[in-house]
């Protein structure tokens, strides 16, 4: 089911939301830095997961380049448009900058059960221009040690764009985290724009995904 709701700036933010029968749980996709709901592999890591009974929504940001406030007022409006269609226990999801969105959103989240990072970025600096109290607002290390559901780090070894470092950094913040690194795999997992193939590291990072929710759900 395809849907468009308004921003808090009035803009809209589209997205689909796929409900498999029996649906056990509900995962929201989050996207990173100029990315979008259909960019390589979301299209298809949703239907890996409607597989497994777990309902999946993926949306665009109303801006992708927007501050972090807008984007997770964009999460919260989200999350919130999904409730209504589902009662099920929600997971975030979040790729590269859309992690961070994830652990600086999820205490926000209603029925949260847990948490997954892909090449998730662990801290803002270098990435956005802010200023001391953002930096303090959008503490992503500080968001992942208040986290009261179990999370999951999934990060490739040869991540160019985003340290594997960083995803040692969330993990040692956080209560309950597991981490998964993946050799040989990019930021990507290896996937390109459009998924022509699914590579190995892509594979594997959505099993444990999947396993991760059901597990929790």
Not at 55 to 61: D, Q
Not at 148 to 168: K, M, Y
Not at 174 to 186: E, G, H, K, L, Q
Request: proline content about 5%; hydrophobic content about 45%.
């Amino acid at each position: 089911m395809k849907f468009t709701i308004k921003s808090a700036e009035a803009l809209p933010i589209s997205g689909n939301l796929e409900v498999p029968r029996g649906a056990r749980a509900l995962a929201v996709l989050i996207h990173g830095f100029k990315g979008f709901k259909d960019w390589g592999f979301f299209p298809w890591l949703a239907e890996v997961l409607c597989d497994e009974a777990v309902a999946v929504c993926r949306f665009n940001m109303s801006r992708s380049e927007d501050t972090y406030s807008g984007q997770l007022d964009d999460l919260e409006k989200v999350v919130s448009y999904c409730q209504t269609h589902v009662a099920l226990p929600i997971f975030l999801v979040g790729y590269s900058r859309g992690g961070g969105v994830a652990l600086l959103g999820a205490a926000d989240v209603p029925n949260l059960r847990g948490v997954v990072t892909w090449s998730a970025i662990s801290h803002v600096d270098g990435w956005d221009e802010l200023d001391d109290v953002e930096r303090r607002r959008f503490d992503i290390t500080g968001a992942a040690s208040r986290l009261e559901v179990p999370l999951l780090i999934v990060h490739g070894a040869r991540d160019e764009s985003v340290p594997v470092g960083e995803s040692a950094e969330i993990a040692a913040a956080a209560p309950d985290a597991s981490r998964m690194i993946i050799s040989n795999a990019s930021h990507t997992y290896n996937a390109v724009h459009p998924l022509v193939h699914v590579p190995r590291e892509l594979m594997l990072a959505a099993d444990v995904t999947a396993r991760f929710i059901c597990a929790y759900s």
